[in-house]
């Protein structure tokens, strides 16, 4: 079946833009989390829906990045005023049912902020 | 959940068994054994995960020791596909835990 998907697959964008980038999860997923990876590094954590909960938004680095997820399915996540530091790869991940089952990831989209 | 330590490259030779160790010596009575991987420009890939009892999927198996505080992660057949950057995670399936992927084993089959 069709996995995680997301757009754009690589976005440039000048400093102080705004960005947004979609996720769509597996369907019937209802947990769905948003990292971002830097460079050589691990996975950060930013933001997790679960069903219609108030999403977990313990990750997200400041108040420029926010995000939703719409009729618990497609999510949205935004950075404001665009920094250098943004640019990562920005990875979507879905699981079945609660936050702690399997994750499956999207491609993820790249971010380069000039 | 649980910290594990992984050594941080092996090389295999393709068409041999690829044998990834991973240490998690505070695992708790709760906490599963999960293992990913992710290729160069690709997003990670779930493989296989297990409790206590060793487990097999078309993809991998995996053997936990009997006091749960190692465990390895075998490719049967390993194929020059299968480089990439390979994460043991140890988590409870409860709650929101999101994955937290240390430095992992970067895995390089050679031909």
């Known amino acids: 079946g069709a996995g995680v998907s997301q757009s754009p697959s690589n976005k440039v964008t000048e400093k102080g833009k705004d960005v947004e980038l979609r996720c769509d999860p597996i369907?019937?997923?209802?947990?769905l989390y948003w990292y971002r990876q830097s460079l050589g590094q691990g996975l950060e954590f930013l933001i997790y829906?679960?069903?219609?909960?108030?999403?977990?938004k313990s990750g997200l680095p400041s108040d420029r990045f926010s995000a939703e997820r719409t009729g618990g399915s497609v999510s949205t996540l935004t950075i404001q005023r665009t920094q250098q530091e943004d640019s990562a790869v920005y990875l979507c991940a879905s699981s079945p049912d609660r936050g702690g089952d399997t994750q499956y990831f999207g491609p993820g989209t790249r971010l380069t902020v000039l | 959940d649980a910290k594990t330590t992984q050594p941080p490259s092996m090389d295999c030779a393709e068409g041999r068994a690829a044998n990834l160790p991973c240490n998690h010596s505070?695992?708790?009575?709760?906490?599963?054994v999960y293992w990913y991987r992710q290729i160069h420009s690709q997003g990670p890939q779930y493989i296989i995960h297990?409790?206590?009892n060793n487990e097999t999927n078309e993809m991998a198996s995996l053997i936990i020791t009997e006091d749960r505080k190692s465990s390895t992660l075998i490719l049967p057949h390993a194929t020059l596909r299968d480089t990439a950057v390979y994460y043991c995670?140890?988590?409870?399936?409860?709650?929101?835990?999101?994955?937290?992927f240390g430095t992992g084993t970067r895995l390089t089959v050679i031909p």
């Open positions: 369907s019937g997923h209802t947990a």
């Open positions: 995670i140890v988590r409870t399936q409860t709650g929101a835990n999101n994955l937290f």
């Open positions: 829906f679960q069903g219609n909960s108030a999403p977990d």
């Open positions: 297990g409790l206590k």
């Open positions: 505070t695992i708790s009575g709760n906490e599963y």
